[in-house]
């Protein structure tokens, strides 16, 4: 009896033991070191720029043109002229209209678009691979004979007075547009609306003009990764564009961002919930602090499990989907926190989130912590280079910033280089809460009555 009462515990203790060995996971393991994909980089007379990344095994293969300009080369009074012209530029070229584009492209198996940014217009997609030739020598169409059809001017002005007045009338938008209207001024960076009256102005042949200015040979860059006959690519691109005009050289108006202590308040009667846009230049992407930055961005509201997340989303249920984020111009970088939170914890999520800026300050965070931080911006890097698209992406935010092929190979050693101290200098040098530029759009009736906490979150308070 007694060697049967051992044994049935020593089976109660192995079947614990095995079950707790069940739920443990195991350890997370550590991104390896990035290897750029063998690419092959050729420079036309003309000054455009090719390279080809072979990449994966699908045969798939992702083309994109990018054009180094945007609404950043705007006239004052003609926003959104870039955005017009794109859409003009998407009806097709002098050979094929957007009817024939759209078949053609649908018959390799992709589709194409273009993409109007700040700061470049891209055009491109992805087919099969065995049309990569075929599928480069429309885009070049698009890119160096559009048709600006006269008949479609009207139709695409009214598409862009309906999305102002839709963007207009959202709280986000509100706030972001007057936040950067602080930083930047009249600048372009400042994403201004357009007025009606500007959109109404908007001709075809102010858009065929910005085209004539800003499009050009030396001011463009082709990307081509997946799977693809490289011969036959670069034949088909210096075929189609090896003879285009070589055009405006890259010239980015310069500004630096305006660091502001204001705090604005826009009323949104009866509004449920207060959009809060909170901010502060900080090192742009040239500057060795840079990673720094966004590892302390990460730590702070850039992920989700960010202490100002975890704070006001988790514990305090005061928003959904609050973030931060680093946001990268030629020469700037700014960062800032967004949420929208409910009406009646305003005041209360800025305490918050200044508690959590402050408390960064005043101590280095956790070691434990920063790994996980750190882990997760791994993981990330790791997960955006595993697709095409993904390296395109980088190969292209390289080139933007002029930064050296080891920002992508050092990337992950980089990360993990950061400590708890160099974070919380980050935090006390760059993030001070009361410096900061803070926009509220919300019920100005309820934020009344929080005005005291929120005022009180802006006096100096300094933690260290």
């Given at each position: 009896?007694?060697?049967?009462?051992?044994?049935?515990?020593?089976?109660?203790?192995?079947?614990?033991?095995?079950?707790?060995?069940?739920?443990?996971?195991?350890?997370?393991?550590?991104?390896?070191?990035?290897?750029?994909?063998?690419?092959?980089?050729?420079?036309?007379?003309?000054?455009?720029?090719?390279?080809?990344?072979?990449?994966?095994?699908?045969?798939?293969?992702?083309?994109?043109?990018?054009?180094?300009?945007?609404?950043?080369?705007?006239?004052?009074?003609?926003?959104?002229?870039?955005?017009?012209?794109?859409?003009?530029?998407?009806?097709?070229?002098?050979?094929?209209?957007?009817?024939?584009?759209?078949?053609?492209?649908?018959?390799?198996?992709?589709?194409?678009?273009?993409?109007?940014?700040?700061?470049?217009?891209?055009?491109?997609?992805?087919?099969?691979?065995?049309?990569?030739?075929?599928?480069?020598?429309?885009?070049?169409?698009?890119?160096?004979?559009?048709?600006?059809?006269?008949?479609?001017?009207?139709?695409?002005?009214?598409?862009?007075?309906?999305?102002?007045?839709?963007?207009?009338?959202?709280?986000?938008?509100?706030?972001?547009?007057?936040?950067?209207?602080?930083?930047?001024?009249?600048?372009?960076?400042?994403?201004?609306?357009?007025?009606?009256?500007?959109?109404?102005?908007?001709?075809?042949?102010?858009?065929?003009?910005?085209?004539n200015k800003q499009f050009g040979a030396q001011r463009t860059s082709i990307y081509v990764a997946g799977n693809f006959d490289a011969a036959a690519v670069n034949t088909a691109v210096s075929q189609s564009l090896?003879?285009?005009?070589?055009?405006?050289?890259?010239?980015?108006?310069?500004?630096?961002?305006?660091?502001?202590?204001?705090?604005?308040?826009?009323?949104?009667?009866?509004?449920?919930?207060?959009?809060?846009?909170?901010?502060?230049?900080?090192?742009?992407?040239?500057?060795?602090?840079?990673?720094?930055?966004?590892?302390?961005?990460?730590?702070?509201?850039?992920?989700?499990?960010?202490?100002?997340?975890?704070?006001?989303?988790?514990?305090?249920?005061?928003?959904?989907?609050?973030?931060?984020?680093?946001?990268?111009?030629?020469?700037?970088?700014?960062?800032?926190?967004?949420?929208?939170?409910?009406?009646?914890?305003?005041?209360?999520?800025?305490?918050?989130?200044?508690?959590?800026?402050?408390?960064?300050?005043?101590?280095?965070?956790?070691?434990?912590?920063?790994?996980?931080?750190?882990?997760?911006?791994?993981?990330?890097?790791?997960?955006?280079?595993?697709?095409?698209?993904?390296?395109?992406?980088?190969?292209?935010?390289?080139?933007?910033?002029?930064?050296?092929?080891?920002?992508?190979?050092?990337?992950?050693?980089?990360?993990?280089?950061?400590t708890p101290a160099q974070v919380q200098n980050m935090a006390r040098k760059y993030l001070n809460y009361e410096d900061m530029t803070l926009v509220i759009v919300g019920d100005k009736k309820q934020l009344e009555?929080?005005?005291?906490?929120?005022?009180?979150?802006?006096?100096?308070?300094?933690?260290?």
């Amino acid at each position: 009896m007694k060697n049967l009462i051992l044994y049935t515990s020593f089976a109660l203790l192995l079947s614990a033991t095995t079950a707790e060995a069940q739920t443990q996971l195991p350890a997370a393991g550590k991104p390896k070191d990035f290897v750029l994909p063998a690419s092959k980089k050729i420079e036309l007379p003309n000054g455009l720029k090719l390279t080809m990344v072979p990449y994966g095994n699908i045969p798939k293969v992702t083309v994109r043109v990018v054009v180094k300009t945007g609404l950043v080369h705007e006239a004052k009074g003609e926003t959104w002229l870039a955005r017009y012209m794109g859409k003009l530029m998407e009806e097709g070229s002098l050979q094929n209209d957007l009817q024939s584009l759209s078949k053609k492209v649908a018959a390799m198996g992709g589709r194409l678009s273009i993409n109007v940014g700040m700061e470049s217009i891209s055009i491109g997609g992805s087919v099969l691979s065995e049309y990569a030739p075929e599928f480069i020598r429309l885009i070049a169409e698009v890119l160096t004979t559009p048709a600006f059809p006269a008949a479609a001017g009207e139709r695409l002005k009214n598409d862009l007075k309906r999305e102002l007045t839709v963007r207009k009338g959202q709280p986000d938008a509100q706030a972001q547009q007057e936040f950067f209207s602080i930083l930047f001024k009249d600048h372009p960076y400042a994403s201004q609306f357009p007025t009606e009256e500007g959109l109404n102005a908007l001709t075809v042949e102010k858009a065929r003009d910005f085209y004539n200015k800003q499009f050009g040979a030396q001011r463009t860059s082709i990307y081509v990764a997946g799977n693809f006959d490289a011969a036959a690519v670069n034949t088909a691109v210096s075929q189609s564009l090896g003879n285009w005009a070589k055009g405006p050289a890259i010239s980015y108006p310069p500004v630096k961002a305006n660091k502001s202590s204001e705090l604005v308040i826009i009323d949104r009667p009866n509004a449920p919930q207060s959009t809060l846009f909170l901010g502060t230049p900080v090192p742009d992407v040239s500057s060795p602090e840079f990673t720094q930055m966004e590892i302390t961005n990460s730590l702070l509201g850039g992920s989700f499990g960010s202490r100002i997340t975890r704070n006001i989303r988790e514990d305090k249920g005061y928003t959904y989907s609050p973030y931060s984020a680093v946001m990268e111009r030629q020469s700037n970088a700014v960062w800032y926190e967004k949420a929208d939170v409910t009406s009646e914890s305003t005041g209360a999520s800025l305490f918050e989130i200044s508690k959590e800026i402050r408390g960064l300050q005043a101590a280095p965070p956790p070691a434990e912590e920063l790994k996980g931080i750190q882990n997760y911006e791994a993981g990330s890097f790791v997960l955006t280079n595993s697709s095409a698209d993904g390296i395109i992406e980088q190969l292209n935010y390289m080139d933007m910033f002029g930064l050296k092929e080891t920002y992508l190979t050092n990337r992950i050693k980089n990360l993990y280089s950061v400590t708890p101290a160099q974070v919380q200098n980050m935090a006390r040098k760059y993030l001070n809460y009361e410096d900061m530029t803070l926009v509220i759009v919300g019920d100005k009736k309820q934020l009344e009555s929080q005005m005291n906490t929120i005022n009180d979150t802006r006096k100096k308070k300094k933690a260290f």
